[in-house]
């Protein structure tokens, strides 16, 4: 049996297509993940809305196929200073720590795939960068 197609959702990209797409993919279809930040500037630079509580949207894979539906539980706009330990582990990448997760986090922030989307070889993030920090539940697989 196919699953219904979901025209009417937006897609929800985790990270760039490759192996940490994957991982945080297998992380939301796990139940692992159930948290993400974005940078409060993405969604200016992407003319799209900040999301709000209940919106719901597709997760897609690396090979750009839809594999899960999630819906939006809670939304905060915070400096990165101030993410808390919860959201940190939440994301389901393994962190034990704050610092750990702004480490994963900076590492992505500060590569060669963010800064060529961003278009500028030097972007950095320090502690007043603003984020958006989502959580979101998930709501089936596809």
Request: aromatic residues 8%; charged residues 30%; proline residues 7%.
């Amino acid at each position: 049996m196919t699953t219904p197609a979901t025209p009417d959702l937006p897609t929800c990209y985790f990270a760039f297509p490759g192996p940490l797409r994957d991982q945080l993919v297998a992380a939301v279809l796990s139940g692992d993940k159930t948290s993400t930040t974005g940078l409060l500037d993405d969604y200016a630079r992407d003319g799209e809305p900040l999301p709000a509580v209940g919106d719901r949207s597709v997760v897609v894979d690396s090979a750009d196929r839809p594999v899960a539906v999630i819906e939006v539980t809670d939304v905060r706009v915070l400096r990165l200073g101030v993410v808390d330990l919860d959201h940190a582990r939440d994301e389901g990448e393994g962190c034990d720590s704050v610092a750990a997760w702004r480490a994963g986090h900076e590492e992505y922030w500060h590569g060669p795939d963010y800064r060529g989307y961003v278009g500028d070889p030097e972007f950095t993030v320090d502690d007043d960068t603003l984020a958006v920090a989502e959580r979101f539940r998930l709501v089936r697989r596809l």
